[in-house]
């Protein structure tokens, strides 16, 4: 005990004074594939259709060794698969979490995973494009590895810690996952591919609408997509449902490949849905039937154990219908119970929408009618006001009226006697000014009759003269 505490500290501080160690590569995009981690994938094919420009290829390494593949989505700050293979079982390991440098600052100088506590200052706008530490605190998520560090040896354990192999998970679907696949991979996988080389497994998250503090995207669901890529090969796809942790679908990789982006091919050639060996697939399934109801048990590699198996697999295989049988009656008597609750509310939510717009419409009314009320008794002495104010003016106008009548009518006699009065002294007046005018107007006659003589002899003459200029010889001076 002494020793492995000795060997855990030593380990530990290597890894916190060599994070080199663990390094992961972000591949460039005029390299093929995820490079080095190609050998992840059946005939190095990586799947084919994730195209968007956030995707980023990761080959997560580890003492410069490829490790496992990762794709990295920068918008919903998750991975969107990791591809590995299963090296054996191995001891629960302490958690060592990592970042990659590159995914927020591409012209960083650090090509590996290091620990985010090593970083600094050193690494430009660090979390901009990945998940940190710092987003599951206090957020009741947990991060949870789409490559579980159970099914990985030693070496490979150790890598799987980084942040951009994680998900947030609750705590107890975090643990589900890991138990389900372990199980799958350990139970029903391994057993039945001949090469256990050749078993290429691919764990994803479909990301969701629901962000854990505005960041990182929760999935909607996690898969894995498994490829026995032997002789007699074969395919199969398991979904987990986010909102039930005792959930583990099976199903071709053709209908798990429609529920993710369209145009994505997971798998080529014989692991796609060619040239595969349906006994070898109906035995997978058989097992993880087994294993999601709870009826698998230990095999061994004698003869009898293999013949219990097989009276096992038979009954399974005849159980089988009976438990879809009663999955569907479950199921379906679930739908009833919830469309009749759902009919009751709908019913419940008429009956008391109607009542209360029947309470709304009484007590409008209540309220226009006592407004209306209101108004009338408000209006009442404001008229009363009105019409004996206009009773007033009436008089006022009246009496106005009365007096300039009055005042008309006298006025008619007394000016014709002041006028009449005035008329010997105008008219006696003006004898003198006549008399002036007359004079004025005989004096100027004359003056013009006058004028108007001296002007034609005048005349006259200048013409005279004229006439003797022109036609008289002129003489002497003397003449």
């Known amino acids: 005990r002494e020793w492995t505490m000795k060997t855990s500290i030593v380990f530990f501080l290597c890894i916190s004074v060599f994070p080199s160690f663990s390094q992961g590569r972000v591949v460039r995009e005029d390299e093929t594939g995820f490079a080095e981690c190609n050998v992840f994938f059946p005939g190095q094919v990586p799947p084919e259709g994730f195209t968007e420009p956030f995707h980023v290829k990761i080959c997560q390494q580890y003492n410069k060794e490829p490790r496992f593949a990762t794709l990295y989505s920068t918008k919903d700050k998750i991975p969107l698969y990791s591809a590995f293979k299963f090296t054996k079982p191995a001891q629960s390991e302490e958690e ?43 957020s009741g998520y947990e991060r949870g590895l789409l490559n579980p560090s159970l099914l990985n040896e030693e070496d490979f354990q150790v890598a799987t810690y980084t942040l951009t192999n994680a998900v947030p998970l609750s705590p107890a679907l975090s643990k589900s996952w890991h138990r389900d696949i372990g199980n799958v991979v350990e139970q029903a996988l391994i057993p039945h591919c001949s090469k256990m080389d050749h078993l290429y497994l691919l764990a994803g998250a479909i990301p969701s609408s629901v962000r854990v503090k505005g960041k990182m995207s929760v999935p909607e669901s996690l898969w894995l997509a498994a490829c026995c890529d032997a002789p007699e090969g074969w395919s199969l796809g398991l979904v987990k449902k986010i909102n039930d942790e005792n959930s583990l679908a099976d199903l071709t990789v053709r209908e798990l490949e429609k529920q993710l982006l369209p145009g994505v091919h997971l798998f080529k050639g014989n692991c796609g849905e060619g040239k595969q060996s349906q006994e070898k697939r109906e035995a ?65 939510k008429r009956v008391v929408g109607t009542i209360l717009d029947g309470v709304c419409s009484l007590w409008n009314g209540m309220v226009s009618y006592l407004k209306a009320v209101s108004m009338v008794l408000i209006s009442i002495p404001y008229d009363v006001g009105r019409v ?76 005279a003269g004229h006439i003797v200029k022109r036609f008289v010889p002129k003489g002497s001076s003397d003449d």
């Open 96 to 138: 060592n979490w990592l970042v990659e440098p590159q995914i927020d600052d591409p012209e960083n100088d650090l090509l590996e995973m290091v620990h985010e506590a090593d970083i600094g200052g050193t690494v430009a706008n660090l979390g901009a494009n990945q998940a940190l530490t710092s987003d599951y605190v206090g």
């Open 284 to 348: 997978v399934l058989q097992a993880v039937s087994q294993i999601r109801s709870g009826e698998q048990e230990e095999t061994s590699d004698n003869q009898e154990t293999k013949d219990s198996s097989w009276v096992r697999r038979v009954a399974g295989i005849i159980a089988t219908p009976f438990i879809k049988l009663l999955e569907l009656l479950i199921y379906i008597f679930v739908e009833l119970v919830k469309f009749v609750f759902y009919f009751l509310w709908l019913v419940v």
């Open 388 to 463: 004996i104010i206009n009773i007033f003016l009436g008089f006022l106008q009246i009496v106005q009226d009365v007096v300039s009548l009055t005042y008309r009518i006298l006025s008619i006699p007394v000016g014709f006697v002041l006028h009449l009065a005035a008329f010997p002294y105008h008219s006696i007046c003006a004898i003198p000014s006549v008399l002036k005018d007359m004079a004025t107007g005989i004096g100027g006659t004359i003056s013009l009759v006058i004028d108007a003589t001296a002007a034609v002899l005048h005349g006259f003459y200048y013409l």
